[in-house]
Antibody, heavy 121, light 108 residues
Framework: EVQLVQSGAEVKKPGESLKISCKGSGYSFTSYWIGWVRQMPGKGLEWMGIIYPGDSDTRYSPSFQGQVTISADKSISTAYLQWSSLKASDTAMYYC??????????????WGQGTMVTVSS | DIQMTQSPSSLSASVGDRVTITCQASQDISNYLNWYQQKPGKAPKLLIYDASNLETGVPSRFSGSGSGTDFTFTISSLQPEDIATYYCQQYDNLPGFTFGPGTKVDIK
């Protein structure tokens, strides 16, 4: 079964660092882009950035450039999203999603279950 | 940057009704438009890709059409399990992926 499994919920204080993960299985992890999507409480979906695990080519949405770092370790089929200094406004659900291949190249066809990040003093 | 608008922002309809949601792009995006369903507390799910292609396993009551700047998503006969928020999403080389604001669908 093709799936993306994300790490568990996190509760952090402002100023702390954090790295959440997304592990792919059931497909060739290095052959598909993995994107990250933010959903703030009660709000819509926002694309943050995307990485190609095969060569770690990474692109960021201008809204998130410099705010987060996206990386991947292809040896363990895992992508990461990290913050160096969290803010309360980073409180949100974060989804990883696989970019489709061939005909589905413009879409995200497989999604992780989401990781809830809460930042509060 | 390309902006996406969706209408309506919410709707209530009866079981069996035909439901239509529109999505408009601020500039021509060809057919690079996808539709997702997000049920409460769940991850989004791809329903339609490239404007009109039904994703594998998705019921045929869901459909999409359009090209250029104007797109339509239709549920031909609303079912109770279709209660969700629906998002359109466009792809452009720069900056990448943009989601519409969403349409919340409820049962009347």
């Amino acid at each position: 079964e093709v799936q993306l499994v994300q790490s568990g919920a996190e509760v952090k204080k402002p100023g702390e660092s954090l790295k959440i993960s997304c592990k792919g299985s059931g497909y060739s992890f290095t052959s598909y882009w993995i994107g990250w999507v933010r959903q703030m409480p009660g709000k819509g979906l926002e694309w943050m950035g995307i990485i190609y695990p095969g060569d770690s080519d990474t692109r960021y949405s201008p809204s998130f450039q410099g705010q987060v770092t996206i990386s991947a370790d292809k040896s363990i089929s895992t992508a990461y999203l990290q913050w160096s200094s969290l803010k309360a406004s980073d409180t949100a659900m974060y989804y990883c999603a696989r970019r489709g291949f061939s005909l589905r190249l413009t879409a995200f066809d497989i999604w992780g279950q989401g990781t809830m990040v809460t930042v509060s003093s | 940057d390309i902006q996406m608008t969706q209408s309506p922002s919410s709707l209530s309809a009866s079981v069996g009704d035909r439901v239509t949601i529109t999505c408009q792009a601020s500039q021509d995006i060809s057919n690079y438009l996808n539709w997702y369903q997000q049920k409460p507390g769940k991850a989004p799910k791809l329903l339609i890709y490239d404007a009109s292609n039904l994703e594998t396993g998705v019921p045929s009551r869901f459909s999409g059409s359009g090209s250029g700047t104007d797109f339509t998503f239709t549920i031909s006969s609303l079912q109770p399990e279709d209660i969700a928020t629906y998002y359109c999403q466009q792809y452009d080389n720069l900056p990448g992926f943009t989601f519409g604001p969403g349409t919340k669908v409820d049962i009347k």
